[in-house]
């Protein structure tokens, strides 16, 4: 009998010949493989986001400045109601946006970090006052979120939200808005070329248009599909943009930025940037440690206009208004920039005089937001975008309405529910919320970015972290800001074929 010939592996009528390349992977093989990363990193990044959480928790355990226990048990579950979603997003393995996340987490640091760290306005309210404001909050946040998790959306596949806009070839366009916003903005800061008559859709226009390029631009770079000189153009824009909206000494337009920046590149790799956030959080903490000085100096006798070229000079001045001497100072400046977004004593104003004191509103400030979507050129006596607000300002005492046109206190939508209709306002704005992000997150889950769908879950993210806003101003500013970003990219459409 002849021996049988030795072979290693059989081969099957489809096998390649011996020394044949391999075949490039199949699709599917591809996907599960981009699939398995994402879930890799997304178990990262929620390992991290619950160290964190823990961490935060047993601190204020631990150096909470609070008198009643109670309002420790109260801020922490504050906290991890704000965290909750945020954990459940980092775990998935989709690459939706999370914008009712971001949204949620928000209460940590408007509600819960202020209570938590002793805010020197609480002292002015019982103890019983102070635990109703924060039910009120705990309220809306376990409203929003079981409703967020009972709905239902499936992905939505019209052109509206499953077809590009701007297709990759000429996303250059979109990206060199970039610098058309960095000029914008030194145009309107230091020149004074813009008309006052178009001032305001200019710049809900350029803000626009500012927030696609950031976002997406911090998204691709997170992906890592950004080039080496792509990256390095947008940087310094984006530094310029920052510099000089904050020259204006209020800090909320450039953290805004930065904070959308950070999302997007969060939202496009799973990992949170620590060189910067190590680099930027202790530069902020600074600037608004110094914040008070430079504005008695340059508001209290009119504000001082400061030209470009003094830029160097006034910023070096606010650095040394913001330099702490000792480290236990230090650490006290990041607190106060984490109190400056304090709503809670807000909210134990009106808990504490509604209705004892002033009657619900009943849906009065509501009643202003249709009036806020008729063009201003249709209608020129139409009230101001903060009507709302003053309306607040002026029912709980806190201006006069002479002082509401040169300042304004911001309330957020929480407390403009409560001041309406009490707990069960705060319950309704919780469904609604959880309803409305719900729908839009699922009807966008499979839309790419450039797509109408895509660029506004966009808007809403910004939008999302915008706390102090009553629901007015929230509604009619995302919707000018949202026709002017998605006419844009319907207008380069065309213009580029």
């Known amino acids: 009998m002849e021996p049988t010939p030795h072979r290693d592996t059989p081969e099957s009528p489809d096998s390649p010949p011996a020394g044949a390349p391999e075949a490039p992977p199949a699709p599917e093989a591809v996907r599960q493989r981009r699939l398995n990363v994402r879930l890799g990193e997304g178990r990262g990044l929620f ?86 404001a924060a039910l009120c909050v705990i309220a809306f946040q376990a409203f929003a979120i079981f409703t967020y ?8 596949h019209s052109r509206f939200w499953s077809e590009e806009m701007i297709s990759e070839e000429h996303s250059r366009f979109l990206a060199n808005g970039m610098a058309v916003t960095t000029a914008n903005t030194n145009l309107a800061n230091f020149l004074n070329l813009v008309p006052a008559e178009i001032e305001g859709p200019a710049r809900a226009m350029f803000f626009g248009i500012g927030i696609a390029c950031t976002f997406i631009t911090c998204r691709k770079w997170g992906q890592g599909t950004l080039k080496q000189a792509d990256k390095s153009f947008f940087a310094v824009n984006l530094v310029i943009q920052v510099i000089v909206l904050t020259s204006s000494l ?123 979507f008729v063009p201003r050129f249709f209608w020129p006596n139409k009230p101001l975008g903060h009507v709302s607000t003053y309306r607040l300002s002026v029912y709980y005492g806190l201006q006069t309405a002479e ?47 450039l797509s109408y769908g895509g660029l506004l879950l966009v808007m809403m993210m910004a939008w999302s972290f915008q706390v102090e ?13 949202c026709v002017a970003m998605l006419g844009i990219p319907l207008f380069l459409r065309s213009f580029s074929g």
Request: glycine share 8%; aromatic share 12%.
């Open 47 to 132: 390992h991290i986001g619950l160290a964190g959480l823990v961490a935060i928790v047993l601190y204020y355990a631990y150096a909470a400045k609070v008198e009643d226990v109670v309002h420790l048990y109260l801020g922490e579950v504050i906290i991890i109601l704000a965290a909750v979603p945020g954990l459940v997003w980092a775990q998935r393995s989709d690459n939706g946006f999370p914008v009712f996340e971001v949204f949620m987490l928000t209460c940590a640091n408007t509600y819960a970090i202020p209570l938590l760290n002793g805010h020197e306005k609480l002292a002015l309210y019982d103890d019983a006052v102070v635990s109703k």
């Open 149 to 156: 998790m009972q709905v239902k959306a499936r992905p939505k």
């Open 250 to 372: 209020f800090l909320v337009g450039g953290i805004s930025i930065v904070v959308l920046g950070v999302l997007g590149y969060v939202a496009g790799s799973r990992r949170l940037p620590y060189t910067v956030l190590v680099f930027l959080i202790p530069i902020l903490a600074l600037l608004h440690n110094g914040k008070s000085e430079m504005r008695a100096k340059y508001w209290d006798v009119g504000r001082k206009h400061i030209e470009l070229t003094d830029l160097p000079a006034f910023y070096a001045e606010w650095v040394g208004y913001g330099l702490p001497a000792t480290e236990k100072q230090e650490t006290q400046a990041t607190a106060k920039l984490l109190e400056r977004t304090s709503l809670i004593h807000i909210m134990c104003l009106v808990v504490s005089q509604t209705p004892d004191k002033q009657p619900y509103l009943y849906g009065e400030t509501y009643s202003y937001i249709p009036g806020q």
């Open 403 to 449: 002082e509401t046109v040169k300042t304004t206190i911001g309330f957020g939508m929480l407390t403009e529910a409560y001041a309406n209709f009490g707990f069960l306002g705060l319950i309704m704005l919780g469904v609604t919320m959880g309803f409305v992000f719900k729908k839009l997150s699922g009807w966008a889950s499979e839309s790419p970015t």
């Open 469 to 481: 806003l009553t629901l007015s101003i929230w509604l009619s500013s995302l919707f000018q800001a």
